[in-house]
C-alpha cells in the first residue's frame, strides 16, 4: 500500500496497559484518521536489536465521514 499511493484508514493508539481506571477501562490516546497516504517508511535493524520504523503521512480530508481527524481521551478527568 505505501508504494501504490493508497489512501486507508489510519489509528494510532497510546494505551498504558499497566494502569487500570475503574473495572476495566486503561488511559488511552486515540486519533482515527480517516484518509492517510503513506509518503515514506523506513525500518532500522540489527541482529539482537529492536526494530525501529519511521512512517511519513499525510491525513487527507474525508467528505463521507466530514472530518479530517478525530481524537478520544480515556483518563481519570471528569471535564475540561
Known sequence: ?????T???MR?????TATT??????????FDMAKVQTTEWTKSQGNDEIVSQDITFKAF???ADAQ??????VNT???Y
Open 61 to 63: 480530508y474525508s467528505t
Open 77 to 79: 478527568k471528569t471535564s
Open 1 to 5: 500500500l505505501y508504494t501504490d499511493a
Open 7 to 9: 489512501k486507508k484508514a
Open 68 to 73: 479530517i481527524i478525530t481524537a478520544r481521551l
Open 21 to 30: 481506571i475503574g473495572a476495566s477501562d486503561n488511559p488511552t490516546l486515540e
Open 12 to 16: 494510532i493508539s497510546m494505551i498504558d
